[in-house]
Nanobody, 122 residues
Framework: VQLQAFGGGLVQAGGYLRLSCAAS????????MGWFRQAPGKEREFVAT???????DYARSVKGRFTISRDNAKNTVYLQMNSLKSDDAAVYYC?????????????????WGQGTVVTVSS
């Protein structure tokens, strides 16, 4: 399985971006999918996840501002990010889990994309 994330860029604080992550392979609908991010000098942190049933979960810091969704017909997972803050600036990674278990934990994921950079200007 290969994952390719794209959609990052430079946005002003208060603005929005939509990240996409396209997956190869025919098992996408069975994967749990997640977004994580890593800012310079910080550890990778959980952002959002959606399991194979479509159930979602979010980090407290993004709840109400970010929305994760998936389109199984397109093998793609999305992260709509609204009301962006400077603290949201990071490299965003998408990941796929075959277990659909503990999706808030980065160790639960089997496959990772290359990351896409989000920069937020104040």
């Amino acid at each position: 399985v290969q994952l390719q994330a794209f959609g990052g860029g430079l946005v002003q604080a208060g603005g929005y971006l939509r990240l996409s992550c396209a997956a190869s392979g025919r098992s996408f609908s069975r994967f749990g999918m997640g977004w994580f991010r890593q800012a310079p000098g910080k550890e990778r942190e959980f952002v959002a996840t959606i399991n194979f049933r479509g159930n979602t979960d979010y980090a407290r810091s993004v709840k109400g501002r970010f929305t994760i969704s998936r389109d199984n017909a397109k093998n793609t997972v999305y992260l709509q990010m609204n009301s962006l803050k400077s603290d949201d600036a990071a490299v965003y990674y998408c990941a796929a889990s075959t277990s659909n278990y503990r999706l808030g934990y980065f160790g639960s994921y089997d496959y990772w994309g290359q990351g896409t950079v989000v920069t937020v200007s104040s």
